[in-house]
């Protein structure tokens, strides 16, 4: 009976940090605030999470794991969010029909994670986790349709700007709340298919990565 109590207790827990972080944002919640929201004492609460960013981990686990899945199932595994770097050969055509799909996974696992996935999309040092991650992914992009080394200085500063630019692009698009899943679908392919237009663009007048 008592593990079925403390089972409960880290439910309401989650339940009430989901809350706090959907009404306040995650920067301005504190764990005092999601005690109190819990009915419990900030003491106990420690008890079962060891901060914010711990109890924000577990919330946004299930989107996570989706979106994660997926990208494995795209790529026979080769692209995943749990290591660095990109090791598979697609052509641009393949590449597109790639981010056709991610972009349909990713907008139903949104619709089935919703909440999750507007938390996930909060700023949070999990953020900076997936920037680094499209970053790695855009260096390697980059460095194979220009034939240079992923380790110039030209192709990270590209790549991070990019990178920044793409998470925080879909965290806008998912912030529009009425639009409906079809039409979230076809932004979103749109909006990911539109960065496959840096690999035509041409580079020699600019002198990138000598």
């Known amino acids: 009976m008592a593990q079925v109590l403390k089972e409960e207790s880290r439910e309401l827990i989650l339940e009430a940090a989901k809350d706090e972080f959907m009404e306040n944002g995650f920067k301005e919640s504190s764990m005092r605030k999601i005690a109190l929201k819990s009915k419990m004492t900030v003491g106990n609460l420690y008890r079962y999470f060891k901060n914010k960013e711990d109890i924000l981990e577990v919330i946004v686990a299930p989107a996570y794991r989706a979106v994660n899945k997926m990208v494995r199932d795209l790529t026979d595994d080769a692209v995943s969010f749990e290591r660095d770097g990109f090791n598979f050969d697609a052509s641009q055509e393949e590449l597109s029909g790639m981010l056709d799909k991610l972009s349909d996974g990713m907008i139903d696992a949104y619709a089935n994670h919703k909440v999750e996935f507007n938390i996930l999309m909060m700023n949070s040092k999990l953020n900076d986790n997936i920037v680094d991650w499209f970053k790695g992914l855009i260096t390697g992009l980059i460095a194979k349709h220009y034939d240079v080394s992923e380790d110039d200085r030209d192709v990270n500063v590209l ?32 909006y990911l298919n539109s960065y496959l237009s840096m690999l035509d663009f041409k580079t020699d007048k600019y002198r990138l990565a000598d």
Do not use: P
């Not at 925080?168 to 979103?188: A, N, P, V």
């Open 159 to 190: 790549a991070k700007g990019y990178a920044v630019a793409v998470f925080h692009g879909i965290r806008e698009i998912l912030k529009i709340s009425d639009m409906e899943k079809e039409d979230l679908k076809r932004i979103t392919k749109i």
